[in-house]
């Protein structure tokens, strides 16, 4: 377990997807943009190709962490984590906000 003063130091937020492409050598990655609420979109590398369409993704609302360390996956900076359950077939499933939310707007 961890403590309520852990966990408040994961910052969360509704970002709306810019841009959504396959990472090239890779059926699960895709690299996105995200506005976050921020001057610049940030790339976040995320394992959801099998189940989404790039395409499908841009100008959608998800939710991401925001203050991970960056991770580089296939030579790409990762920079943020979109959240994501899983189905009963252990497919991706991202969380969305219940409806429209300004893009950047921190999750409580």
């Known amino acids: 377990m961890i403590s309520y003063e852990d ?10 997807i810019l841009e959504a492409a396959r990472v090239d050598g890779s059926e699960k ?3 996105l943009s995200a506005d976050i609420g921020e001057e610049e979109p940030r790339q976040i590398i995320a394992g959801l190709g099998k189940v989404y369409e790039p395409e499908d ?4 609302q998800v939710v991401v962490i925001i203050n991970l360390e960056p991770r580089s996956l296939m030579g790409l900076e990762s920079n ?8 009963a077939d252990a497919n991706p499933v ?3 906000p219940e409806k429209e939310t300004p893009a950047g707007s921190d999750i409580k």
């Open 80 to 87: 943020g984590m979109v959240l994501a359950a899983h189905d």
């Open 29 to 31: 990655l895709l690299k």
């Open 94 to 96: 991202i969380l969305i």
């Open 57 to 60: 993704l841009v100008g959608r």
């Open 7 to 16: 966990f408040s130091t994961i910052q969360l937020r509704v970002a709306r």
